[in-house]
């Protein structure tokens, strides 16, 4: 899509359900739609907002791209699971974009990791 590509990550102080990813999507398709360039009923995307989410465990983008390692979530939306998180730090997928492992961008999503309350231990748990 040309040579003056750039990704950027934000994070959001305020955590957000799971189930919400497929109307964020939709609200990021209508925000690329205002941005676009566009030739009689055709729009040519000029910027690409992927929203996903950041949890203990994973990074989920989501996309409206159908691909063999993504998962329908519903209305036109597909989760894509980009990393893990294990053995302590943040690990690739065969599928993951070189981007995504690069170390500006680990340490940021290990910064967002930080920010999470951490898991109670299992004594914590009996103790309610």
Request: proline share 3%; with cysteine; hydrophobic share 35%.
């Given at each position: 899509?040309g040579?003056?590509?750039s990704?950027?990550?934000f ?24 941005f676009?360039?566009r030739?009689?009923?055709?729009h040519?995307r000029?910027?690409?907002i992927?929203?996903g989410?950041?949890t203990p465990t994973t990074l989920?983008?989501a996309?409206?791209?159908?691909e063999?390692?993504k998962?329908?979530l519903?209305d036109g ?12 730090g ?5 599928w993951?974009?070189?981007d995504?492992?690069d170390?500006?961008t680990?340490?940021f ?14 004594q914590?748990?009996?103790?309610f």
């Open positions: 899509m040579d003056k590509l990704r950027r990550f994070s959001f102080e305020k955590n957000i359900s799971r189930d919400t990813l497929t109307s964020i999507k939709a609200s990021c398709y209508k925000i690329e739609a205002q676009s360039d030739i009689d009923n055709f040519f000029t910027v690409n992927d929203p989410l950041l989920v983008i996309s409206h791209k159908e063999s390692h998962i329908y519903k939306v597909y989760g894509e699971i980009v990393m893990i998180y294990a053995h302590g943040f690990c690739r997928l065969p993951t974009k070189s995504f492992c170390e500006e680990i340490a999503l290990d910064s967002v990791k930080a920010t999470f309350d951490e898991p109670k231990s299992e914590e748990l009996l103790n």
